[in-house]
């Protein structure tokens, strides 16, 4: 009844058609995401199609294979990297499978066969862990299609997000605010923070603010000229917004949002910290929030992290990720929830490679926190 088909390259406008084809897609799933991931020195890009017997495309699935294992905090640690990333590679992949029937049997056929589909590529790469993130506006995801993953070895990790409904008024989104968001956006507006979108003669200046940012976070970061014309040629696609705002004329942060499908994704947020009371930030996102809804998009998706667990130590949940969701929860949205596969392949090599992101982690807060006593 169906047939699998795995393609490197593909014809994208047919790609990005047969998305729309479901209102679960987000551009994480778009052909011009997937191929600027490709043209990565150290990434591959697959593209996963489940078509029926008229060759109508009923489910796919893009993913990136990356060949190196990636480590932030020292150019020591990124060489070592780059001599054990030989144990293997690493399948991930965001926002999907994007299956097309709202049949439920339909929906699981399909779904095992992008899973076999998953499990060819990487016998066939050497592939150390598979994970990837559901979309969370497909809300058929119930216990029968995640017991597919748990049959096929895949662990599951409960995420959550925060989703707006952008066919509300203004007020109405306004008022599902919280009290500390008002102020920032209110004190931005009384202080005349300025917003202008990325053109080329700012490029220069992004991803400056993004290296200052990153060495707050413990992180080394480069910027060389053809990475920033590669961003720039891949911005120019269409499917992303980069809002960047000044305060007194210094660009104090930036917000980096996607878009495809009606839905707009708040892909990265990032800060200066050079001002004690920096509020750039909240009133990039209240403008993205308003530029999305002005635009048609219909869902505002914040972006999220991983759920609380009563299992789980909770100094370190909230270490890692309380301070960021409390961010996401102030701006009003519902929360949702999606979920992370995970399939481990090779444990052995999965443990070696932890070894080394461990220390990557431990060292970038060391960094982190030395930064803050500055």
Same mark, same amino acid.
């Given at each position: 009844?169906?047939?699998?088909?795995?393609?490197? /390259?593909?014809?994208?406008? %047919?790609?990005?058609?047969?998305? $729309? +084809?479901?209102?679960?897609? =987000? !551009?994480?799933?778009?052909?011009?995401?997937?191929?600027?991931?490709?043209?990565?020195?150290?990434?591959?890009?697959?593209?996963?199609?489940?078509?029926?017997?008229?060759?109508?495309?009923?489910?796919?699935?893009?993913?990136?294979?990356?060949?190196?294992?990636?480590?932030?905090?020292?150019?020591?640690?990124?060489?070592?990297?780059?001599?054990?990333?030989?144990?293997?590679?690493?399948?991930?992949?965001?926002?999907?499978?994007?299956?097309?029937?709202?049949?439920?049997?339909?929906?699981?056929?399909?779904?095992?066969?992008?899973?076999?589909?998953?499990?060819?590529?990487?016998?066939?790469?050497?592939?150390?862990?598979?994970?990837?993130?559901?979309?969370?506006?497909?809300?058929? /995801?119930?216990?029968?299609? %995640?017991?597919?993953?748990?049959? $096929? +070895?895949?662990?599951?990790? =409960? !995420?959550?997000?925060?989703?707006?409904?952008?066919?509300?008024?203004?007020?109405?989104?306004?008022?599902?605010?919280?009290?500390?968001?008002?102020?920032?956006?209110?004190?931005?507006?009384?202080?005349?923070?300025?917003?202008?979108?990325?053109?080329?003669?700012?490029?220069?200046?992004?991803?400056?603010?993004?290296?200052?940012?990153?060495?707050?976070?413990?992180?080394?970061?480069?910027?060389?000229?053809?990475?920033?014309?590669?961003?720039?040629?891949?911005?120019?696609?269409?499917?992303?917004?980069?809002?960047?705002?000044?305060?007194?004329?210094?660009?104090?942060?930036?917000?980096?949002?996607?878009?495809?499908?009606?839905?707009?994704?708040?892909?990265?947020?990032?800060?200066?910290?050079?001002?004690?009371?920096?509020?750039?930030?909240?009133?990039?996102?209240?403008?993205?929030?308003?530029?999305?809804?002005?635009?048609?998009?219909?869902?505002?998706?914040?972006?999220?992290?991983?759920?609380?667990?009563?299992?789980?130590?909770?100094?370190?949940?909230?270490?890692?990720?309380?301070?960021?969701?409390?961010?996401?929860?102030?701006?009003?949205?519902?929360?949702?929830?999606?979920?992370?596969?995970?399939?481990?392949?090779?444990?052995?090599?999965?443990?070696?490679?932890?070894?080394?992101?461990?220390?990557?982690?431990?060292?970038?807060?060391?960094?982190?926190?030395?930064?803050?006593?500055?």
């Amino acid at each position: 009844m169906y047939r699998l088909k795995i393609e490197k /390259i593909v014809d994208g406008d %047919k790609w990005n058609r047969d998305l $729309k +084809k479901s209102e679960n897609s =987000n !551009f994480f799933q778009t052909f011009e995401y997937l191929e600027s991931q490709s043209n990565s020195t150290n990434k591959l890009s697959f593209f996963i199609s489940i078509v029926d017997h008229k060759n109508n495309t009923v489910g796919q699935l893009g993913i990136t294979l990356q060949n190196k294992i990636l480590v932030y905090s020292s150019n020591f640690l990124k060489s070592l990297a780059i001599i054990i990333s030989f144990l293997g590679n690493r399948i991930s992949w965001a926002g999907g499978p994007i299956i097309h029937s709202t049949d439920i049997e339909s929906r699981i056929d399909i779904l095992n066969m992008i899973l076999d589909g998953l499990e060819k590529i990487s016998n066939k790469n050497n592939v150390i862990i598979i994970d990837g993130y559901s979309t969370p506006f497909d809300f058929q /995801i119930d216990n029968k299609y %995640k017991k597919q993953f748990i049959t $096929k +070895k895949y662990s599951i990790q =409960n !995420f959550i997000t925060y989703i707006t409904d952008l066919t509300k008024n203004e007020d109405e989104i306004w008022e599902g605010l919280n009290k500390s968001a008002k102020r920032d956006v209110t004190k931005a507006q009384k202080n005349n923070v300025d917003v202008k979108e990325l053109e080329y003669n700012e490029l220069e200046n992004f991803f400056n603010l993004s290296k200052i940012w990153a060495k707050t976070k413990g992180i080394e970061k480069s910027n060389n000229f053809v990475m920033k014309e590669n961003y720039w040629k891949y911005y120019q696609k269409g499917i992303e917004k980069i809002f960047l705002a000044y305060e007194n004329g210094e660009l104090t942060a930036s917000h980096r949002i996607g878009y495809f499908n009606k839905i707009m994704y708040s892909h990265s947020l990032i800060n200066s910290y050079s001002k004690p009371n920096n509020i750039g930030g909240s009133y990039l996102t209240w403008y993205s929030i308003l530029w999305a809804k002005k635009n048609g998009m219909k869902m505002y998706d914040f972006s999220g992290g991983e759920a609380p667990d009563v299992e789980k130590e909770k100094e370190n949940y909230e270490k890692q990720w309380n301070s960021l969701l409390s961010y996401k929860k102030k701006w009003g949205g519902k929360e949702t929830e999606y979920f992370h596969f995970v399939k481990i392949k090779k444990r052995i090599s999965h443990k070696i490679t932890r070894v080394l992101l461990k220390i990557d982690w431990g060292l970038r807060n060391y960094k982190k926190n030395k930064q803050k006593e500055k």
